[in-house]
């Protein structure tokens, strides 16, 4: 049996590359593995600069992204985002702490990038504790008092 591989797109206005080197500076275990410019050629349909990042092509975690460089007509939304499953505290504290640096916070462990992308970062252990029905109505009223997770006080509801 075949296995399809799959990947996401993020498309950005001009800010691929940037936004690439930013989530590569993050995450171990991640590389840029391919990199294509925009040239003259084309100029008049996509109106990016001779030399601007076509598509980045990276890994983090396991996972593939590509980054293309699409101009202004779509914008991020909280309809779609990246969730990373966290063991630790530390990886959650490290993480929301890198990806809110110039983005914002929301609610039950969601955030937006500065790049307007939006994350979703989670404890592990969480779909564990929601899938138990004698604790799992706690776990929520405990979440759902959270920006950032806190393992402790799940493990405690």
């Known amino acids: 049996m075949k296995t399809q591989k799959m990947s996401i797109c993020l498309w950005f206005d001009t800010q691929a590359e940037d936004a690439a080197r930013f989530y590569i500076s993050i995450f171990r275990n991640s590389s840029i593995s391919g990199l294509s410019r925009y040239g003259k050629e084309g100029f008049e349909f996509h109106r990016m600069p001779e030399g601007t990042a076509m598509v980045v092509n990276f890994r983090?975690?396991?996972l593939d992204i590509m980054a293309l460089n699409g101009g202004p007509m779509f914008k991020f939304s909280e309809a779609i985002s990246i969730v990373v499953n966290c063991d630790t505290q530390?990886?959650?504290?490290?993480?929301?702490?890198?990806?809110?640096e110039g983005g914002e916070e929301n609610q039950c462990g969601w955030l937006k990038d500065r790049y307007g992308v939006s994350w979703q970062i989670v404890p592990s252990i969480l779909s564990k504790l929601m899938s138990d029905p004698a604790r799992s109505q706690r776990v929520m009223k405990a979440f759902l008092q959270m920006k950032k997770f806190n393992i402790e006080k799940l493990l405690q509801a």
């Open 60 to 62: 983090i975690n396991d």
């Open 90 to 100: 530390e990886d959650i504290d490290y993480l929301w702490e890198e990806l809110t």
